[in-house]
């Protein structure tokens, strides 16, 4: 809720109190009382009317309408219920300035006051989705074979405006597997690197983080003949986007072998029966 917005409800409030004493029947505790009600009703259905998010996007009048009903129907219900009176000559007198001054406060502020911000939208954001060809490459490296599949890059985009909200990533599928028939092998790690035509890297803006390969306990041991299934997500560089720039994706990995052995043990045993 905006200032401009509260004080509207506050003038309509005291305006439709001042009037009660000139168009509704006599009944009422005098001008104070009048505007007390009236305000309570005015900023009383206006809070309950946009509390209730009915309309989110009203303007100044609508709302200035609703705050005019709900002053008017606390009035009407205390004329209704809690009738009283006083002398004429005393009402009159009152309601003839107080009208006056409340009329020429409330066209002031709705000609000259603040208009309402309209309400803020949520900025649609478009996800942005660039091929890599060929989406798939063969991995081996020693006796560490496998593929890289399902390759995209992909950066979210404001709609409309064309602003990068999520820089580009480079997303895929690696499956690893152990091709040797008589070593296990742990994997420590790995990276990415982007090349371009002419054999360089290609750098990550600043404040980007190298694209490395980190692999989970479950999945950094392998046995012969075993493999594991990593995603990748990693930091892509908005300079490789442009045409003809990258060349080559590098995947460097890490591993230790160590000899694997099996050994067979047998255990004499015999079953008897128990009692």
């Known amino acids: 809720m905006s200032f401009s917005m509260f004080v ?15 168009v509704m029947k006599p009944g009422g505790y005098g001008l104070k009382k009048d505007v007390t009600l009236a305000l ?15 309309f989110p996007g009203a303007g100044m009048l609508a709302m200035a309408f ?60 478009d996800d942005k ?3 890599v060809t060929p989406a798939t490459m063969k991995v081996k490296a020693g006796v560490v074979t496998g593929e890289v599949t399902d390759m995209k890059v992909t950066e979210r985009v404001e709609q409309g405006s064309g602003r990068i909200t999520s820089a580009a990533k480079l997303t895929a599928r690696l499956v690893l597997k152990n091709s040797s028939p ?24 600043d ?24 995603s990748l997500d990693v930091e892509f560089p908005a300079a490789a986007l442009k045409a003809k720039t990258l060349a080559q994706i590098r995947l460097e990995l890490a591993y230790v072998p160590s000899p694997y052995r099996e050994e067979t043990l047998n255990f004499a045993v015999s079953i008897g029966e128990t009692k």
Not at 40 to 51: D, L
Not at 71 to 86: D, G, K, N, P, S
């Open 8 to 22: 509207t409800w506050v003038l309509v409030g005291v305006l439709v109190g001042v009037l009660a004493g000139l």
């Open 40 to 54: 309570v009703g005015s900023i009383g259905a206006s809070w309950i009317f946009r509390a209730t998010g009915v």
């Open 66 to 125: 609703v705050a005019a009903v709900g002053a008017a129907l606390v009035i009407v219900a205390q004329r209704t219920l809690m009738a009283t009176e006083l002398p004429a000559d005393e009402r009159r007198v009152m309601w003839r300035w107080s009208f006056g001054a409340a009329l020429v406060i409330a066209v002031i502020w709705m000609t000259l006051g603040p208009a309402p911000q309209p309400v803020a939208t949520a900025a649609v954001i």
């Open 129 to 131: 989705t660039y091929t």
């Open 182 to 205: 008589n070593q296990t092998v742990r994997l420590v790690g790995g990276r990415i690197q982007y090349i371009d035509g002419r054999g360089q890297p290609i750098k990550l803006e």
């Open 207 to 230: 404040a980007r983080t190298e694209p490395t390969l980190k692999f989970g306990s479950s999945s950094e041991r392998l046995d012969p003949g075993q493999e594991t299934t990593e």
